[in-house]
Structures are given as C-alpha cells and as structure tokens.
C-alpha cells in the first residue's frame, strides 16, 4: 500500500481540505488523520458508522499510596518536575508527572508504584470496505509522536485491499510530523502565500529532505498574495521541487467544509483547481513508485 502524505508548514493553510478532497477523488478505501493533537478529518469524511475505540497508554505516571506514605518528603524533594505537592496528603499531578520513576526509586516504604495512564485514544472506522485510521490525544500527554505511529499501524493492519492510503498530517516540523513521514511514498506540502507560510514551508521541505523523501508543493488561496505565490513556484523551480499547482481562494469552499462536505463534492473554483492538484500529484507519485 503506497501512501501519500498531505503536510503544511502552519495551521490554517488548506491542509485537511485538500486531503478530503484527495480522498473523495481518489475513492481512497484507506485514510488516516494524523493530526492527533487537533484531528478535524472526520468533519467531512463522516460516511462511516461509529468507530472502534481503544485507549492509548503512554508514559507511566506516579501514584501514591496514602495508606503507606509516611511524609517523609523525599518524594517531592527529587521531583524534578515539581509534580509533588503536600498538602494534608502527598499526591501526583498526573499533567506535570514524567513518569521518570525517580520518586518510585526513592521512596523507603514503597508508596509510590508507576501505573499506566491513558494518553489518548485510537479511533478505527470501518464501512464498505474502507478504513480511516485517526486518534485524539489527551489534554497534556507529550507523546504525540507514538500516537502517530500506532495511527499508521492501526491503518496497515486493517483488512482492506487499498493500494493508496492517503494521510492527513500536523503542520509544523514536530514530533507528530516526523513519525507520519515514515515510510512514505509522497508528501504534498499545501503552502500559504504568506511571509510566515513561505517559511514554514521551506522548513517542511527541508525536514522531508532530510529523510530522503520525495516531495511536491500546491498553493492553496493563492490569489490572496500573487507576488508570493510567484515566489513559491520560483522557489520550488530553482531547488528541483515538483510543483502541482494552485487552488484559489473560494467562499464556496467554507459553505462545504461547514456542511460536512470536500470542495469536490461542490461545483466551485477551489473544487476544480483540486481536481487540477491532485492530477498533477498522482503523476508526481506513480512516477516515483517507477523508480
């Protein structure tokens, strides 16, 4: 199964309505959002029944047993991370909590063991055929990262005959984005002409470079700055970057997004220049499944 990564170097760019109309484009059988930390892919991808759900455990946090404890305070003394208090009773801010292990290792009467704690959780919906891989991560949990990569496993492991998987990625260059890169045929950066999204996008093109991954660009509301969307064609030109086209501004495509629909699946402007895009992109990625 070849997947296609759809990336943005800033939130706001187009990034998940490009994907979503990729996806009714391609009729992908196999899809995933993997944005954990803010996942929206379902909002107009919403044919399916009710998910399977399974919780995600992260890092361990610390727990203190009341019964036990005898105040010593060498607890919150070594907790690096200030996740201690001691009010009537010692306890753990599970939000502040590592899991480091350091107070579990310290305590002289065994009062504090490391539990598992639910970081998020993974969603897996299942129709016809079709799979959509997506997950939320819980308030304060840092491994967005692992979510990710258990998002893509949930994904292959699904039994569906896809030969495309098409994946809805986090803007920025985090954690997140590094662990959806992996293993890809494809990203498609969805840029922003703007001073800030020019820069952001050449960041994500430089970390995908990094990893030695094939990589395109389309602009997205590109008559909002014509001079900028000048510069990123230059700019993808003069470094050897596939450029796949433009998708104009379109208050049609707000009114779909809203109604839980692709710009696809409306006869506008945005909806066209995708169809566009998104030809371009599927040459640009067969011909690197050649090579």
């Avoid at 997506?134 to 039994?159: F, R």
């Avoid at 800030?196 to 094939?214: H, L, N, P």
């Avoid at 495509?253 to 710009?263: M, P, S």
Wanted: charge should be negative.
């Amino acid at each position: 199964m070849k997947q296609l990564l759809i990336l943005s170097g800033k939130g706001g760019t187009g990034k998940t309505t490009v994907a979503g109309a990729f996806i009714r484009l391609s009729n992908a059988r196999a899809y995933a959002d993997c944005d954990v930390d803010a996942p929206n892919l379902h909002l107009i991808m919403n044919q399916f029944t009710e998910p399977v759900r399974t919780d995600y455990y992260g890092l361990p946090k610390a727990e203190i047993d009341t019964d036990k404890c005898i105040q010593c305070d060498l607890c919150r003394q070594n907790c690096r991370f200030d996740a201690i208090s001691a009010d009537e009773v010692y306890k753990v801010d599970a939000f502040a909590c590592e899991g480091c292990g350091v107070c579990e290792a310290i305590c002289p009467v065994g009062a504090i063991v490391l539990v598992p704690s639910v970081a998020g959780e993974l969603m897996l919906y299942s129709d016809g055929g079709k799979v959509f891989s997506t997950a939320q991560l819980k308030m304060g949990s840092g491994t967005s990262g692992m979510l990710v990569t258990e998002v893509k496993k949930q994904l292959k492991s699904a039994d569906v005959n896809a030969e495309l998987a098409i994946i809805d990625g986090s803007p920025g260059i985090g954690c997140p984005v590094i662990a959806s890169i992996s293993g890809v045929d494809l990203v498609l950066i969805v840029a922003e002409p703007s001073i800030s999204g020019i820069s952001d996008m050449e960041r994500v093109i430089k970390m995908a470079q990094t990893f030695q991954t094939k990589t395109a660009v389309c602009i997205n509301k590109y008559d909002t700055n014509l001079v900028n969307s000048d510069r990123i064609e230059s700019f993808c030109r003069d470094n050897g970057i596939a450029f796949t086209g433009r998708i104009p501004f379109d208050p049609n495509a707000v009114k779909a997004i809203n109604e839980g629909l692709t710009i696809v699946d409306i006869d506008c402007r945005s909806g066209d220049a995708a169809r566009a895009v998104y030809d371009n992109t599927m040459k640009i990625l067969y011909e690197n499944m050649e090579e």
